[in-house]
C-alpha cells in the first residue's frame, strides 16, 4: 500500500490528495528528545494546520474539505503507524 498510485483522471483531486500525502510523508512524528509526537506539540499543531489549509479547486471555487476534527486524526494515524513501523523494524 506504500506505492499507491491515483488511478482517477479528476486532476484536481490528484493535486488535493497528494498535497495532503506530502504533509504527512514530510512530518516529523520524533521529537528532538526521541519521543513521538503528540498533540500538544507545535509540530503536531503545524501538521493539522498544513493539512486544514489544503484546498481542493473545483471550477475556480476553492474548498478545504478536510476540517480540523479530520486533521488530526490523520496527523495521530500517520504517527502510530509510522511508529508501530519502527517498532516492527527494530
Known amino acids: 500500500m506504500k506505492d499507491t498510485i491515483l488511478k482517477s483522471n ?3 483531486w490528484r ?3 497528494s498535497k495532503v500525502d506530502n504533509i504527512l ?3 516529523v ?3 528532538s528528545g526521541g519521543n513521538p509526537v503528540n498533540e500538544g506539540s507545535e ?3 503545524d ?3 498544513k ?3 489544503c484546498e481542493l479547486d473545483i471550477f475556480g471555487s476553492p474548498t478545504y ?3 480540523e476534527l479530520v486533521a488530526k486524526e490523520l496527523v495521530k494515524i500517520e504517527i502510530e503507524r509510522r511508529n508501530l513501523e519502527f517498532m516492527e523494524n527494530a
Open 10 to 12: 479528476c486532476t484536481e
Open 25 to 27: 510523508q514530510d512530518m
Open 65 to 67: 474539505p478536510i476540517n
Open 51 to 53: 493539512i486544514t489549509a
Open 29 to 31: 512524528t520524533i521529537d
Open 15 to 17: 493535486e488535493f490528495a
Open 43 to 45: 509540530m503536531f499543531k
Open 47 to 49: 501538521a493539522v494546520t
